[in-house]
């Protein structure tokens, strides 16, 4: 099974970058088990409509409204990740947003059908380089859940 998990974010903007930094801390941790691809989506464009197309599994890391305390996440699967994309078409500095992804993947008949989103409440959306603190002491149960997602998902198969 290909599981491509994908981090979404300007690391240039606070917390704005922190599926950025959850890939790093990914990179940075236990080896993933085989078949899992990261890749960081920067700022979002139509060139990852391939590799979410080729992708059996989706997990998107990105900083999201969830109406939370900053540095609240929540992890969100199935078919409620589609609910959520359509019900929070926010303003973005992304090229293209999620939606605009999955509807091309969808026409393509390619959205994967195990799909999550691990969604990070912001605190600070203004220029910088690193996540707030209370946003970075959220990654390592972030990466945490990813890890047991993925293992979930790889033992179904």
């Known amino acids: 099974m290909k599981i491509l998990v994908l981090g979404i974010g300007n690391t240039l903007l606070t917390d704005e970058g922190v599926g950025i930094h959850v890939l790093e801390a990914l990179r940075a941790g236990p080896a993933l088990p085989e078949g899992v691809e990261l890749l960081d989506g920067g700022t979002l464009s139509f060139t990852l409509a391939g590799p979410i197309q080729d992708a059996d599994a989706l997990v998107v890391v990105d900083a999201a409204n969830i ?55 912001p605190q600070v959306m203004d220029w910088g380089e690193l996540p707030t603190p209370v946003v970075a002491a959220a990654i390592p149960a972030v990466t945490a859940a990813i890890f047991d997602l993925v293992g979930a998902w790889q033992h179904e198969a």
């Open 67 to 121: 109406s939370s305390p900053a540095g609240t996440w929540r992890l969100i699967e199935g078919e409620a990740v589609d609910t959520f994309l359509l019900g929070n078409r926010k303003s973005t500095v992304h090229e293209v947003g999620l939606t605009d992804l999955r509807a091309i993947a969808m026409l393509a008949g390619h959205w994967p059908s195990k799909r999550a989103m691990v969604a990070i409440q």
